[in-house]
């Protein structure tokens, strides 16, 4: 299970890197809505749920964003293994989701860009288990 979450950290990480710089304005806005509520008390834009903004702001600059997105989606993984085994009580299956899950294209595009799908996943996940 270790190796695989090394894996997947390995390859969110080298992704990352090698990938220029995504600046989706979704992000900013998210960055903007943390700065607005922490300031004013409110956010001005209404299309935006104060919780992920509330976690942007906490975090601060861009990198470690991505950073705790990456981190997250290596934690999915783990989750997807222990949701799959009390599914269906069998290891292969578990670490054969795990190992999915650690190299399915979109789990690793949106744990460097910032956006929201990583932090939602995460919270799915870990509200089935």
Do not use: C
Request: net charge negative.
């Amino acid at each position: 299970m270790i190796l695989i979450l090394i894996f997947a950290l390995v390859v969110r990480l080298l992704v990352w890197l090698i990938l220029p710089e995504f600046n989706f304005p979704d992000l900013q806005n998210y960055i903007d809505s943390g700065q607005q509520l922490f300031a004013y008390g409110e956010i001005s834009q209404h299309h935006v749920m104060p919780l992920y903004p509330i976690v942007v702001y906490l975090l601060g600059e861009k990198h470690n964003i991505i950073f705790f997105g990456i981190i997250l989606s290596v934690f999915n993984g783990f989750m997807i293994y222990q949701v799959s085994y009390l599914l269906f009580n069998n290891k292969r299956v578990s670490y054969t989701a795990m190992l999915i899950w650690s190299v399915y294209p979109f789990s690793i595009f949106y744990s460097i860009t910032g956006l929201t799908e990583t932090f939602f996943v995460s919270v799915l996940v870990t509200f089935f288990y």
